[in-house]
């Protein structure tokens, strides 16, 4: 599924994602105020491999990207669905 507006793209996740998801989520203390996901400290702590296994080719996480970069600023997540709503959250890294 791939999803975009005029300045982002929202698609699936692929491994060149791990440095722009370390610094943009796992590792960016002010988008883990709101958003649940365990902090890392380093990069080379950062067991991404995890989760491109669990959510490659899954519409349940996406990563939010520029355009203009193609890079990974922030995640939209779908959590669940009834016949009259979705829950879904979402974080941008705190530099953008």
């Not at 698609?11 to 709101?34: A, G, R, W």
Request: glycine letters at 4%.
């Amino acid at each position: 599924m791939k999803m975009e507006t005029e300045r982002l793209v929202m698609d699936s996740l692929k491994e060149s994602d791990k440095e722009d998801y370390f610094f943009n989520v796992s590792h960016d203390k002010k988008v883990l105020e709101t958003f649940m996901c365990p902090y890392v400290e380093t990069l080379d702590d950062f067991d991404f491999d995890a989760i491109l296994s669990r959510y490659r080719d899954s519409d349940r996480l996406m990563p939010i990207r520029l355009k203009s970069t193609m890079r990974l600023i922030g995640l939209l997540v779908y959590f669940e669905e009834t016949e009259t709503s979705c829950e879904i959250g979402y974080c941008i890294g705190s530099r953008f």
